[in-house]
């Protein structure tokens, strides 16, 4: 692939993790490029296949794009920023 | 156009912090000449727990992915005022870092003319809201062990 097409194709992203999820990863954040139009879902997948430690926490995990909730299918923007985080509990 | 004028100059605060929470500042910061009635609902760590599953807690150690909660906390804010339109200031604040038994972690309150407005009912849906969207995670130590809390909210689109 030339690098010119890569440009068009690929996604640079910035995936944070918190609470558990920074605990089973060993990670606070870390910088990803996927391919352009990937959707949550499959960032999931790519994460969990990644850090097999995530498999377990995927069901009940959360997701955020650039500071709002976020699902399955939903494509993730240009230079986004992820985060990855167990139902919250503050109070 | 009046309402309008006066929705502006209603105070409304949010913000995570290390720092111990200043109820009297915050308290001043939301009372107004008009103000007649605050209700304010403080969380604390609790040291020892008899209900549910009894245990004790030597601190909690809070994180939060500060942006986005205090994006969060002003769209709490926010769902306060379009459901009660008398509360005139709104002050939600949460602690972060280690905390200890007896040490307050999250202060919501809301300030109206009168008692009588919903100002209660407020407050409360304040500290529910928070403890459903707003991205903040607490760590449980004690004489067991130490795990995360995990909440069971799961917000929908648009939340």
């Not at chain 1, 870390?30 to 949550?40: D, F, H, K, N, R």
């Not at chain 1, 498999?55 to 299918?73: G, H, P, Q």
């Amino acid at each position: 692939m030339a690098a010119g097409q890569a440009m068009w194709s690929m996604n640079k992203i910035k995936v944070l993790f918190f609470a558990t999820l920074r605990d089973r990863t060993g990670m606070k954040s870390v910088e990803l490029e996927v391919p352009a139009g990937m959707t949550v879902q499959a960032l999931k997948d790519k994460l969990s296949s990644d850090y097999p430690n995530l498999k377990e926490s995927m069901k009940t995990i959360l997701v955020s794009v650039n500071k709002e909730y976020s699902f399955d299918e939903a494509a993730i923007p240009q230079n986004a920023e992820v985060a990855l985080f167990p139902p919250v509990s503050g109070g | 156009m009046m309402l309008k004028m006066q929705t502006i100059k209603f105070p409304t605060i949010f913000f995570i912090t290390e720092e111990e929470i200043n109820l009297n500042d915050l308290l001043a910061k939301i009372t107004l000449p008009t103000t007649g009635a605050a209700a304010i609902f403080t969380g604390m760590v609790r040291g020892v727990t008899s209900r549910d599953d009894p245990h004790e807690t030597a601190y909690l150690e809070y994180e939060a992915y500060v942006p986005m909660a205090e994006a969060k906390m002003r769209q709490v804010a926010e769902e306060i005022r379009s459901k009660w339109s008398s509360v005139e200031g709104i002050a939600i604040v949460q602690r972060v870092g280690k905390l200890y038994p007896q040490t307050p972690t999250v202060l919501i309150a809301c300030t109206a003319a009168h008692r009588d407005t919903g100002v209660f009912e407020a407050a409360r849906y304040g500290i529910d809201r928070l403890k459903e969207i707003v991205p903040i995670w607490k760590k449980e130590v004690g004489p067991d062990g130490e795990f995360w809390v995990e909440g069971e909210y799961i917000p929908k689109a648009g939340e």
